[in-house]
């Protein structure tokens, strides 16, 4: 009997083991999809003249993607970024529901708190979708999309 409840043991270990390595590895791929969705959007905002101050601000567990300046008018720009290969689960502005609206504005409060040198500008919400179609990234900007 003893000998069946440590077999029984190493089988459901190796098996989790084995689940824990498969789920890292699905989420590094995630990430580094998301990553590259990222990257297309800042390559996009700095050709569209705006200035890129900070990548993947943290704030009391939440985050913005991209904060970025127009300086000639003095806004600060907060930008979510959702990046898909396709649209099996909708459209990517569809996933940003109003749980991570509110997050992402308590984030900017976060940020504005901190770095003073803004607090004469004013601030707007974005969002950027990207869709790969044939490794082709197909971008949406949403200006003031919340």
């Given at each position: 009997m003893r000998y069946t409840?440590?077999?029984?043991?190493?089988?459901?270990?190796?098996?989790?083991?084995?689940?824990?390595?498969?789920?890292?590895?699905?989420?590094?791929?995630?990430?580094?999809?998301?990553?590259?969705?990222?990257?297309?959007?800042?390559?996009?905002?700095?050709?569209?003249?705006?200035?890129?101050?900070?990548?993947?601000?943290?704030?009391?567990?939440?985050?913005?993607d991209i904060i970025s300046e127009?300086?000639?008018?003095?806004?600060?720009?907060f930008t979510e970024v959702k990046t898909r290969k396709n649209r099996k689960y909708g459209e990517p502005e569809e996933s940003i529901n109003i749980k991570k609206q509110m997050n992402?504005?308590?984030?900017?409060?976060?940020f504005l708190s901190e770095n003073n040198s803004f607090s004469q500008h004013d601030y707007r919400f974005d969002t950027i979708t990207i869709l790969y179609d044939d490794d082709k990234p197909l971008i949406n900007h949403i200006e003031n999309a919340f």
């Open positions: 409840q440590i077999k029984f043991y190493k089988k459901f270990h190796t098996r989790q083991v084995t689940a824990v390595k498969l789920a890292d590895k699905k989420i590094t791929d995630k990430k580094i999809f998301g990553n590259k969705g990222e990257d297309e959007a800042r390559l996009f905002l700095c050709s569209i003249g705006l200035r890129h101050i900070k990548s993947n601000y943290v704030y009391d567990r939440t985050e913005i127009d300086v000639k008018n003095k806004i600060l720009i992402i504005r308590k984030t900017a409060r976060g």
